[in-house]
């Protein structure tokens, strides 16, 4: 009896090892993206400037000033 469980237990760790631990690697690498508040094109989050609450552009923070 013991052994059954055991081997149960063993699938199951594979089974989550395969299936769901693989999907969290997957977003790991992923940006957040931000929409520009003034052209409305999607950057990184990182790329992004913000200002008076909106993220922008490099190219729409320049030309605002």
Do not use: N, Q
Not at 23 to 34: F, P
Not at 39 to 53: H, N, P, Q, R, T
């Amino acid at each position: 009896m013991l052994k059954i469980i055991i081997i149960l237990i063993a699938v199951f760790i594979v089974i989550y090892l395969l299936f769901f631990k693989s999907k969290s690697r997957a977003v790991d690498g992923a940006e957040l993206m931000v929409e520009c508040g003034k052209c409305g094109i999607f950057v990184s989050e990182k790329e992004a400037l913000m200002k008076e609450g909106k993220y922008f552009c490099r190219e729409c923070f320049r030309r605002k000033k």
